[in-house]
């Protein structure tokens, strides 16, 4: 039987210190690219690409993100009084009408391969997608819809994957791939966050996965790897050794939104793809930078 992909999980009980004191109250997940919070563009590619089940695996700390994906009564009232009906649409669509959302906690920070672990029993015995919304991407179809399509054809697990600077590697998981038919890469092995001098290439995993629930095998060994974390990486070099697994180049731009200059970078780009937008904020970005440009002269 063909399963579908159904569920998706989304680990968002990371700290977020990197955007401190920001995220001293609030939670990383919510920082806004335009007038979203992070997390909803990552929600919006799932659903769109059919996912039925979200499973949000958060920590302490996480009751904005919850809030956010829930009905607010009070405000929806008020809008409908005043007769926002835009603003009102704006807000109600934010909760899924047709997905469950489900939560569970990770208690402790032991690394993505454990938080992905805490959502085992919630995804069962199925093959599901993993979001993670720091990675945030532009296309014109939704990144994890072109995987499903893709996983459909090869009935695999399969990572998302770019070129990173060489200089870089140490940032991503690895990986080291073969052959290439229309974007994918037999994956031959992986290492999590190399140092250039050891990267086996400069192909990069980036926070879209689909999985099978074999990985929850491997996952289950709670064993530490780089940064003494339980990592996703290992786990999945483990399963290599038992099922194909593969690199997708996606069609899309990718924006490391866990950084503070490409969360900066993101909100530019989300801003210039609205046309209201784009029209005050080139002309202002051309003034600005030529006046940086006089001050650096
Ligand atoms: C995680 C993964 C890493 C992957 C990266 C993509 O690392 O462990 O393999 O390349 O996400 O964003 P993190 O960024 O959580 O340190």
């Known amino acids: 039987m063909i399963m579908k992909i159904k569920k998706a999980v ?20 919510m920082l806004p690219v335009v007038d979203k919070p992070i997390i909803q563009y990552a929600v919006e590619e799932a659903l769109a690409s059919g996912i039925e089940q979200i499973i949000f695996v958060t920590g ?19 809008l409908r009084d005043r007769g926002k009906t835009e603003l009102l649409h704006t807000v109600e669509s ?19 391969g454990h938080a992905i672990w805490c959502a085992r029993d919630i995804v069962g015995d199925e093959p599901f997608a993993v979001l993670l919304a720091d990675d945030l991407i532009q296309s014109d179809v939704p990144v994890l819809y072109q ?16 070129e990173v600077l060489p200089d870089e590697t140490d940032k991503y998981g690895i990986i080291e791939a073969e052959k290439a038919f ?31 629930p074999r990985i929850f095998k491997h996952l289950g060994k709670l064993k530490k790897g780089a940064g003494n974390e339980i990592q996703l990486t290992d786990s ?35 801003a210039l793809e609205r046309p209201e937008m784009r029209e005050k ?17």
């Open 10 to 29: 989304f680990p968002v009980a990371g700290l977020g210190t990197r955007f401190l004191p920001t995220t001293k109250a609030m939670p990383k997940e």
């Open 147 to 162: 995987m499903i399509n893709e996983f459909d054809r090869l009935r695999a697990s399969m990572m998302a994957i770019i």
């Open 182 to 212: 229309n974007g994918t890469m037999v994956i031959n092995s992986m290492v999590e966050k190399p140092k250039p001098e050891n990267a086996p290439s400069n192909l990069a995993v980036i926070g879209r996965y689909i999985l099978t």
């Open 281 to 297: 904020l080139i002309p202002d970005l051309k003034v600005l930078l030529s006046q940086m440009g006089e001050l650096a002269n």
């Open 60 to 78: 302490s700390g996480k009751g904005a993100l919850e809030d956010h994906f829930d009905k607010n009564q009070n405000l929806e009232k008020t």
């Open 94 to 112: 934010v909760v899924p009408s047709k997905a469950q959302i489900v939560y569970t906690r990770q208690s402790e920070p032991l690394g993505l």
């Open 236 to 270: 999945m070099s483990a399963l290599l050794k038992e099922q194909p697994i593969f690199g997708y180049k996606f069609k899309g731009t990718r924006f490391d939104c866990g950084d503070k200059a490409g969360f900066q970078l993101a909100n530019l780009a989300f």
